[in-house]
């Protein structure tokens, strides 16, 4: 749940508060309708600043602390970029992918998003530093954080006195389960319906109801569900997931991808965010599981908070 969005229309969605940042997004189906209908949006999280601490060690170092500082210089920035994805993907190679992600796992996915927070909100700084990158990481670099910025152009700052409801996400094996057979079901990718979990819940991660009502870790409204949830719990992941794949099918993919998530979520920043964060899993699976370790932050009027993680 990094942050929230609008949604609108036929059955369009609302947004949750998920994510916006560095993936700050979320979203949210709304209502049918036939004009446009409001949704709503949840906090949305976005990327952090330079905390007080030192700079990410290179792969193979120490482990880096969760509020680790984040480099400003480009060469460092670039150097830290290099190091910690090279050993985020070696762990996530060992981790045996059951159960609870190892602490190595958590701690250099967590740093690795803060990393692309920073970037989406220090452009000239992240273009110098991603000049300095092989070209693989540079364009994973970029995807990443122009998903992020477009996702923060729909972020809303809360009162730090909001509530939020968190909890564990579904392990990312029985979650990869339930896209792949979504796929097999609907034809909707399995890294497009990712993707829109990340945005919209950070994988679950987020219990709380939008401001509007929308629901579940797909956020759905309550009449969008009922159309398209076939009869299913809209806070089982399960349902949720196939709920979504069907709405998607209803309103375009897999011919139209840019169709039918602007159907889900009413805003071209979300659809961009989405199909940029769909790539990155497309290219290499080990993204699935870096994204599924990122957290949940939001962004109020005294700062951003980070709600889960390490």
Known sequence: MEERHDHHRRPARALAAMALAALLGTAACGDPAPAASAA???PAPSPTAPSPSGSTPPAGGTLPAPDQKIPGDPARLAAALKGTSAALN????AWPKTGKPPRDVELLALHQQRAYRYTARHPEVAARAFA?????LAAQAKDNTAAIRELLSLAHPIKPSATFKVQPAPP???LLGHFKKAERKFGVEWEVLAAVMFAETKFGRVKSDSHVGAQGPMQFMPG??????MGGDVQDPRDAVMGAANYLRASGAPRDYRRALYAYNHSRAYVNAILLHARQMKRDPRNYYAYYNWQVFVITTAGERRLTGP
């Open 90 to 93: 070696a762990a996530i190679d």
């Open 224 to 229: 969008t569900w009922k159309a398209y949830g």
């Open 132 to 136: 300095r990158l092989p070209s693989g």
């Open 172 to 174: 990312a094996a029985e």
């Open 40 to 42: 709503g949006r949840q």
